[in-house]
């Protein structure tokens, strides 16, 4: 595995396990325990995937199998609209360390920035606090764009380690993604497959067929090349086994411009200057 070092100088590993829309069962629970014992030690879920008890399951199925300690994993959640408000964003996280069953998680995210300024300055002044007194290892931010993280660094004093956003070759988010590399925040794909979407593309068989890979292989790499964290879902044994596999190979400049070149702006999520949770 490789990993990122993050502004705060703690480190995240490079590729992660992510579980949205993955049931509240023993799905979720096998796919986890499976992610972790194959040399993932990412995993990330959110309060509203409604799926955290059994993603906490997993983690500690797989703990006892693997005999690795609770340090040698890096879990992330996110904060909902319900518990948006300073006052309120201490309730949401311990619902979440309920959930799983842990005593901190390494990365706490603002899942959405809402569309009212003051209640999300507010919110991330609630992370703040969360993190000075030593609750979460790091917080961070999902599907926040340029204007809300200058509103944050005008109005709050500690950066965002992280902004989660849609990421893949039909959305690359050029000026986004440029704005975070040079203010030190690390930017992290959700959905970097385009919920298999994209593994269809033309261009992205050709280069797989070209170099001996997967279609998910290549677009991860693609990820990780551009310097992205990416935390692709999966819930088959195989394929949690096959997007871990993307450290021993590269992509020339040649693939690299070709998949660049796919952009089209295109979402598969909400537009965060217009959801508010709905």
Partial sequence: ?????????????????????????????????HAIESGYRSIDTALVYKNEQKVGEGIREALASTGLKREELFITSKLWFDDFGRENVKRGYNQTLENLGLDYLDLYLVH????????????????????????????????????????????????????????????????????????????????????????NDATIQEIAEEIGKSPAQVVIRWNIENGVITIPKSVTPSRIEENINVFDFALDEKHMKKIAMLNQNKRIGPDPLVFNGQ
């Fill in 1 to 33: 595995m490789e990993y990122r070092t993050l502004n705060n100088g703690n480190k995240m590993p490079h590729l992660g396990l992510g579980v949205f829309r993955v049931q509240n069962d023993d799905t979720a629970k096998n796919a986890v325990k």
């Fill in 112 to 199: 959405w920035p809402g569309l009212d300024e003051k209640v999300m300055i507010e919110t991330w002044k609630g992370m703040e606090d969360l993190y000075r007194e030593g609750s979460v290892k790091n917080i961070g931010v999902s599907n926040f764009n340029i204007t809300h993280l200058e509103t944050l660094k005008t109005h709050t004093s500690i950066k965002p380690v992280i902004n989660q956003i849609e990421f893949h070759p039909y959305l690359t988010q050029t000026d986004l993604i440029d704005y975070l590399n040079k203010e030190d925040i690390q930017p992290e794909s959700w959905s970097p497959l385009m919920n298999a979407e994209i593994l």
